[in-house]
């Protein structure tokens, strides 16, 4: 029963193992994150070519549903700046400057978005979380960070600063900086506050108290001293519940919208996606990418119904959340009905709360998602993948978040195809007293008469077949070339130990045909030892059974070589390795 309940619903699964040392924590959590809430909400909502108030419908309702379908105990759903630009760009030009019309193709779009997210959740396409690896992580998160922080720079110094491009909002800063239209008040209560924080984060140990401190002292300094029309302010918030507001639809709209909720579902996903498993390994948890998507879909689709439009998890507000010590999804809730109550009971409390506080809590609590040693771990241990990182990095923060995680994705495959093109291989002999074949390049490990052992860490396809078919030949030439210098018997059996061997494809199905033809031609047997049977069954497949009969597999090296020699071995058996009747121990079968 529990186990179902944790696949259907999530959040109910959490609150039937509530803890009550959770409570405070998630309330406090709660009540911070809606300082946040309200003012990202109706920002991203104007930025979506919206009315102010929908991007309050668009927070509180899929907080609510993903606290009870969503898998991720920590994510905070929202408006994000990454759908905006898509969301105007789709719904201005059907709405013809109609505001109501508007609303009503944003919550489409949204239905749409959560229709085609549940489905792929349905379908198990979640597995699209196990391509962003790391080093893709470590990159985005960077990356996204920097973009936070440089849209908050505007509000902390108190201008305003346009531009749909990272480049035009960074040349837009530096020229209103040059252009001293920094304003002094906004600029001290911002670097204030951020003082105020991070004293509370690093030094009090309270990184929750400190955000709700700082944007409280803001709020009272405003409105004691009359502020608010000095300096920029959030403003009141509307009144009213969220509604449904689909009113004035027709199908046409659903085609029109078709492209555009492709698009948004992608990024919603990716950005979600990368961000749920981020926080999640941070807070030593594991979510299905399958599950998350469904999650995500409700959330959507149950916002789009009441007025809201697209969202996606929140770079900004989910580290606010952390901070300030959520510890489950009832911190949503939470401030999904702090936000609900403000618009209800005081919707003039924002009038006083300065812009400036605000990006100061935003900008501390997406600094918290910078990770500079993890990525100079990366070089330290791994420049691959630090370069694939810095990709990622480079590609989020110039081009866009979906693009940058693609690009990166694909140099992943890239990258992986390079290693397994390029595996480790090695010839194998015996070392006296240790169980089994090793490497003779690593060990004091001595030839067998008339064998030639091989290994090949890879499965074969078509990039690295050339290359293991040009490994087996120098290595068995090299064999044959000791073997009459030494004055030892001339190789007859060549031994595959192919238990790293995984798959093989046509392409290296025809290497292996030329090997065996090559060694054939110089009076040799080739034999495969440790198979696997799923990979041994390539050749039935293949029709291959009558070239390779069973006599040229054998169940592991070890009794590849005793049948070969006619005998065990015992030179290099022990206590350890033979039994007390001579058997070796080491005749198992292989895996499959």
């Known amino acids: 029963m529990q186990r179902a309940v944790r696949a259907v619903l999530p959040g109910v699964h959490t609150a039937m193992g509530y803890q009550r040392a959770w409570l405070w924590s998630d309330l406090r959590a709660g009540v911070v994150l809606s300082a946040l809430l309200i003012p990202a909400g109706m920002g991203y909502a104007v930025a979506s070519g919206l009315p102010a108030y929908t991007g ?87 990356a996204i960070a920097l973009i936070v922080l440089v849209s908050q720079i505007p509000g902390l110094l108190g201008f305003s600063s346009s531009g749909a491009a990272l480049a035009e909002r960074v040349t837009g800063i530096v020229r209103a900086v040059t252009n001293g239209e920094v304003q002094v008040i906004p600029a001290l209560i911002g670097f204030g506050s951020i003082l105020v924080m991070l004293f509370f984060k690093w030094v009090i140990r309270q990184a929750g108290l400190g955000i709700l401190l700082a944007v ?87 916002g789009g119904a009441f007025g809201g439009f697209p969202i ?102 890239v990258a992986m195809a390079w290693r397994v093109s390029r595996p480790y291989r090695a010839e194998l002999g015996h070392v006296r007293g240790l169980r089994g074949y090793h490497d003779v390049t690593r060990h004091e490990a001595e030839r067998i008469d008339g064998v030639v052992i091989a290994r090949f860490d890879a499965p074969l396809f078509f990039a690295n077949a050339s290359l293991f078919t040009d490994f087996m030949r120098r290595t068995v030439d090299a064999a044959v070339n000791a073997a009459a210098l030494e004055g030892r018997p001339a190789i007859e059996t060549v031994i595959l130990a192919s238990e790293p061997i995984t798959d093989i494809d046509s392409t290296a199905m025809d290497e292996i045909l030329t090997l065996d033809t090559y060694l054939s031609a110089r009076g040799m047997k080739l034999i495969f030892a440790e198979m696997k049977g799923p990979v041994r069954d390539h050749f039935a497949n293949y029709e291959l059974v009558q070239r390779f009969p069973p006599d040229r597999f054998a169940p592991t090296v070890g009794a590849a070589v005793d049948a070969i020699t006619g005998q065990l071995r015992t030179d290099i058996a022990g206590p350890d390795v033979l039994g007390t009747d001579g058997s070796d121990r080491d005749r198992r079968l292989p895996e499959g």
């Open 56 to 142: 309050l419908y668009a927070t509180i309702v899929p907080l609510i549903a993903y606290a009870i379908f969503g898998p991720s105990r920590i994510l905070v759903l929202g408006p994000d700046s990454s759908l905006a630009p898509i969301i105007a760009a789709a719904i201005i030009p059907l709405a013809v400057g109609d505001s109501d019309h508007a609303v009503a193709l944003a919550g489409l779009l949204a239905i749409m978005v959560g229709i085609l997210l549940f489905v792929g959740g349905l379908l198990r396409l979640g597995f699209l979380t196990s391509l962003l690896s790391k080093p893709i992580q470590i990159g985005y998160l960077n």
């Open 216 to 302: 409280l002292v803001a709020s009272v300094i405003t409105a004691v001293w009359q502020l608010g029309g000095v300096i920029p302010v959030v403003g009141p918030m509307p009144g009213g519940l969220p509604t449904p507001a689909l009113g004035g639809l027709a199908w046409g709209d659903v085609g029109m919208l078709v492209a555009p909720a492709l698009g948004l579902a992608l990024i919603a996903f990716a950005d979600t996606s990368v961000l749920s498993r981020t926080m999640a390994a941070r807070r030593g948890e594991s979510v299905d990418g399958s599950r998350e998507m469904i999650g995500l879909g409700i959330a959507n689709a149950a």
């Open 312 to 413: 996606s998890a929140s770079t900004s507000r989910t580290p606010v959340a952390e901070q300030a010590g959520s510890k489950t999804q009832f911190t949503g809730v939470v401030g999904a009905v702090a936000v609900l109550l403000f618009m209800l009971v005081v919707p003039g409390v924002t009038a006083y709360l300065p812009n400036a506080a605000l990006a100061a809590v935003v900008i501390v609590a997406a600094s918290s998602l910078i990770d500079v040693p993890a990525y100079v771990r990366l070089w330290r241990n791994d420049p691959p993948e630090a370069v694939l990182s810095s990709f990622a990095f480079v590609g989020v923060f110039l081009v866009g978040v979906l693009e940058g995680i693609v690009l990166a994705i694909v140099l992943s495959f």
